[in-house]
């Protein structure tokens, strides 16, 4: 069963490890080291994590943890930013069961967003599959690396 823990300040390590661990094939695929968060510094997790309006969470397996995801929550909308899963766990339907529990939490969100790379056929799905809708802002990284951005309207 799917579960998400509120992660406190001495989960910051487990939240680094478990986000350089699921975002290092795509680091390494498209060579991003400015925005992919498997570059991200143990610090910038501290950082992040002492915003006001930054909640991270650990998506937990049976009592094991597999994953974490961050929600900026802004009152009205939040957004989804980063949800990692350990590579060994991915394709099981365990990020889609994280979401849908993440938007629960936030009963006055009316809207959520998100951003992922265009090319990467698999995350755009997951998104779309559970009513996710590309918003038409699409950011130009590099040659082969778009940044799409979706919404949801709860």
Request: glycine content about 6%; overall charge negative.
């Amino acid at each position: 069963m799917i579960d998400l823990k509120k992660a406190d300040r001495s989960d910051c390590e487990t939240i680094h490890r478990i986000q350089v661990k699921a975002f290092s094939p795509i680091l390494l695929k498209y060579q991003d080291y400015d925005s992919n968060p498997a570059s991200e510094s143990l610090d910038d997790i501290y950082r992040r994590f002492d915003q006001s309006f930054t909640d991270y969470y650990l998506i937990e397996l049976d009592g094991s943890v597999i994953g974490a995801l961050r929600v900026c929550d802004f009152g009205a909308a939040c957004k989804l930013s980063p949800i990692c899963i350990l590579p060994e766990f991915q394709g099981n339907g365990y990020a889609q069961k994280a979401i849908r529990l993440m938007e629960d939490l936030y009963p006055k969100a009316g809207l959520w967003e998100l951003d992922t790379i265009a090319q990467e056929e698999k995350l755009c799905y997951l998104y779309e599959k559970i009513g996710y809708r590309k918003t038409g802002r699409v950011d130009h990284l590099k040659d082969g690396m778009d940044i799409v951005y979706y919404e949801k309207s709860m």
